[in-house]
Antibody
Framework: EVQVLESGGGWVQPGGSLRLSCAASGFIFSNYAMNWVRQAPGKGLEWVSTIDNGDDRTYYADSVRGRFTVSRDNFKSTLFLQMNSLRDDDTAVYYC???????????WGQGTLVTV | AIQLTQSPSSLSASVGDRVIITCRASQGISGALAWYQQKPGKAPKFLIYNASSLHSGVPSRFSDSGSGTDFTLTISSLQTEDFATYYCQQFYSYPLTFGGGTKVQI
């Protein structure tokens, strides 16, 4: 069974940093792109970042570029999101999602809440 | 960035109704559109993409269509468990974007 489980959320002051993790299981992690998607309270979904499999190429939303860094550890089947210079509008539930070719988010974690 | 506009933003329907949700892209995206369902307090779930490529376990009452700029998600016979918010998402180009959502209410 495919599972992804986020951790690392919490409360942080504006300007602070936080590192999110996403532990994956039930599939060959290194074969898939991985993604972060967030949802501010009462709002819609916003794509944050993608990291490809193979070449580890990364992509970011304009709202987080230069502040957030996505990375992965294929040996530990874990995805990371390092968030620096956090702002009030970064407050959201952050979801980890597996990416199929073409970057469809086919399996999602339950999310971790970040409050700035 | 490609903008996705969903309509309606909300709708009221009854069990057994046929429901159609539309998603319009600000530029052509070929068939690169996916649909998700989200229930309150839960993570989104992937439903379907690319003209009826259903995700595993998704009932066949869900279907999609469209290409270019205009897309639809159809629920052929609404069930109790289908009351939720639905989002479209384009994967044609970065930045990936979502529509604003359509809330399907009783």
């Amino acid at each position: 069974e495919v599972q992804v489980l986020e951790s690392g959320g919490g409360w942080v002051q504006p300007g602070g940093s936080l590192r999110l993790s996403c532990a994956a299981s039930g599939f060959i992690f290194s074969n898939y792109a991985m993604n972060w998607v967030r949802q501010a309270p009462g709002k819609g979904l916003e794509w944050v970042s993608t990291i490809d499999n193979g070449d580890d190429r990364t992509y970011y939303a304009d709202s987080v570029r230069g502040r957030f860094t996505v990375s992965r550890d294929n040996f530990k089947s874990t995805l990371f999101l390092q968030m620096n210079s956090l702002r009030d509008d970064d407050t959201a539930v952050y979801y980890c999602a597996r990416g199929t070719p073409g970057t469809i988010f086919d399996y999602w974690g339950q999310g971790t809440l970040v409050t700035v | 960035a490609i903008q996705l506009t969903q309509s309606p933003s909300s709708l009221s329907a009854s069990v057994g109704d046929r429901v159609i949700i539309t998603c319009r892209a600000s530029q052509g995206i070929s068939g690169a559109l996916a649909w998700y369902q989200q229930k309150p307090g839960k993570a989104p779930k992937f439903l379907i993409y690319n003209a009826s490529s259903l995700h595993s376990g998704v009932p066949s009452r869900f279907s999609d269509s469209g290409s270019g700029t205009d897309f639809t998600l159809t629920i052929s016979s609404l069930q109790t468990e289908d009351f939720a918010t639905y989002y479209c998402q384009q994967f044609y180009s970065y930045p990936l974007t979502f529509g604003g959502g359509t809330k399907v209410q009783i």
